[in-house]
T-cell receptor, first 112, second 112 residues
Framework: EDKVVQSPLSLVVHEGDTVTLNCSYE??????LLWYKQEKKAPTFLFML????IEKKSGRLSSILDKKELSSILNITATQTGDSAIYLC????????????FGKGTHLIIQP | DAGVIQSPRHEVTEMGQEVTLRCKPI?????LFWYRQTMMRGLELLIY????????DSGMPEDRFSAKMPNASFSTLKIQPSEPRDSAVYFC??????????FGQGTRLTVV
């Protein structure tokens, strides 16, 4: 059974801090890893990572995949209160036609 | 495109009643996914369709759950009879091939 584990489950930091969220996976025939941000409503897409060692960046957010360690990290620098959300990691595996397997998410709270 | 559209947004029903959740995927997407999200279990894939055909329904918890996709622009998830433990947020998502999935706003179901 495919498994995606995120850590920490919950994190509270002060505005301006840098945070690193972790995702590890055990799946058969890995294809891609995705990060989503979920505020009050639907998860919104952040990054899709397929190749190891290539950083993807969007503003203050960045992410990288390590296929040897079967893991990925999501970094957020100079955090703002608007970054408060649940960050979900998901993996596409198998024949590529499978649905996403999600981790339980990291609940990030940014205090002013 | 308005994105993935789900209805209703909220549903409160009594135990034993039939519940039907509806989803309109993004036009042109060939994959449609139904997910359930709870605090305890996070996001779980229930079933997904490719070109309107159900591919994997192994995530459907019981025979009380059924899903259909009669055409490329509409899908339903039905629970009959509903139970209090079915209370959750149900998300529909769609994607084009094995790329990132776009989520609807979800249906918050409460069974009392």
């Amino acid at each position: 059974e495919d498994k995606v584990v995120q850590s920490p489950l919950s994190l509270v930091v002060h505005e301006g801090d840098t945070v690193t969220l972790n995702c590890s996976y055990e799946v058969t025939n890995f294809r891609s890893l995705l990060w989503y941000k979920q505020e009050k409503k639907a998860p919104t897409f952040l990054f899709m990572l397929t190749s190891s060692g290539i950083e993807k960046k969007s503003g203050r957010l960045s992410s990288i995949l390590d296929k040897k360690e079967l893991s990925s990290i999501l970094n957020i620098t100079a955090t703002q209160t608007g970054d408060s959300a649940i960050y979900l990691c998901a993996v596409i595996a198998g024949g590529g036609a499978d649905g996403l397997t999600f981790g339980k998410g990291t609940h990030l709270i940014i205090q002013p | 495109d308005a994105g993935v559209i789900q209805s209703p947004r909220h549903e409160v029903t009594e135990m034993g009643q039939e519940v039907t959740l509806r989803c309109k995927p993004i036009s042109g997407h060939d994959y449609l996914f139904w997910y359930r999200q709870t605090m305890m279990r996070g996001l779980e894939l229930l079933i997904y369709f490719n070109n309107n055909v159900p591919i994997d329904d192994s995530g459907m918890p019981e025979d009380r759950f059924s899903a259909k996709m009669p055409n490329a622009s509409f899908s339903t998830l039905k629970i009959q009879p509903s139970e209090p433990r079915d209370s959750a947020v149900y998300f529909c998502a769609s994607s084009f091939s094995s790329t990132e999935a776009f989520f609807g706003q979800g249906t918050r179901l409460t069974v009392v």
